[in-house]
């Protein structure tokens, strides 16, 4: 290794390239080999040689689940580079994604709005830079202004990528709905193209996980989850919709069996899942 490399993953998994030079390939066939990241380069070598990508090439990251029962692989990240994109499936799947995000972001610095929205409500803020880094399913921004903000992965409900005028430039822009005490807020993330195309893989995967399918809410359930999205305190809720308290708690117990509300406490408080943000989100749309 060259100065100031050090190895960050070193495991076995299969890989193949579907692109190469900007042409599909047709000869697509995933081989069994070793897989070398360092803080540098990602090496992928079988016995018949190996192949280097260096990481200030790769320009997005993305992770796909694989849900056909007769798929070669469970899982693998696209790491694109240029004109050529690779398909990579490791057994030590998310040590190998966690560690390929991290060395690729930590510490890059963006711009932020935090938080742009807040219960549905547009606010004043403006952008400020901070400096981002990651830590497990966490993405940590510290804010110049000396805000920090934690925006969990796992909690992100709807995520839009635009293009925007910031400062007086054309910029690519994301913006990621999550929770800040329970509270739905937006957090508006921009930078390089380069930036801003790998934080977005990393988000996309927790809209995925959290993406709102078709539910059949009855109107009353819908005006309970706009208020809850809107910042209302679940305690203020039957005052709020002119229901009966009894009424709203049958209300919870329906959301929460369909894993769009979470317990809080004991005491009948309660606060939306990330799919029930989404679903809410699309339902004051309609309005």
């Not at 998310?94 to 547009?122: C, I, M, R, W």
């Not at 822009?173 to 195309?197: A, D, F, K, W, Y």
């Not at 509300?261 to 809410?280: F, M």
Request: aromatic content about 4%.
């Amino acid at each position: 290794m060259s100065d100031g490399e050090h190895a960050l993953v070193d495991t076995k998994g299969k890989f193949v390239q579907v692109v190469s030079d900007g042409r599909k390939r047709n000869d697509i066939e995933w081989l069994p080999g070793r897989i070398l990241l360092s803080n540098k380069r990602l090496v992928l070598a079988t016995n018949d040689g190996k192949r280097t990508i260096p990481l200030s090439k790769v320009s997005s990251v993305t992770a796909s689940q694989m849900n056909q029962p007769l798929a070669q692989v469970d899982s693998y990240v696209k790491v694109q580079a240029g004109r050529n994109v690779t398909l990579i499936s490791a057994k030590q799947a998310e040590e190998f994604q966690e560690k390929l995000y991290s060395t690729l972001l930590d510490q890059t610095v963006v711009l932020v709005n935090h938080p742009a929205v807040k219960g549905g409500v547009v606010q004043d803020g403006g952008w400020e830079k901070g400096r981002l880094k990651l830590d497990g399913d966490c993405i940590n921004l510290a804010i110049a202004s000396g805000t920090f903000v934690e925006l969990d992965i796992d909690d992100v409900g709807t995520v839009e990528a635009k293009e925007k005028t910031i400062r007086g430039d054309g910029r690519p822009l994301l913006e990621v709905e999550h929770t800040i005490e329970g509270t739905s807020v937006e957090t508006h993330i921009s930078g390089t193209p380069r930036h801003v195309s790998l934080i977005e893989g990393l988000v996309r995967q927790g809209e995925q996980r959290n993406i709102a399918d078709d539910v059949d809410l009855s109107d009353k359930e819908t005006q309970v989850l706009m208020a809850l999205y809107s910042g209302i305190s679940p305690f203020k809720i039957p005052d709020f919709v002119d229901m009966e308290i009894e009424e709203v708690e049958d209300v919870y117990d329906r959301l929460m069996e369909a894993d769009i509300l979470e317990p809080v406490r004991t005491r009948r408080e309660v606060q939306l899942e990330a799919r029930g943000r989404s679903i809410a989100s699309d339902a004051m749309a309609d309005q």
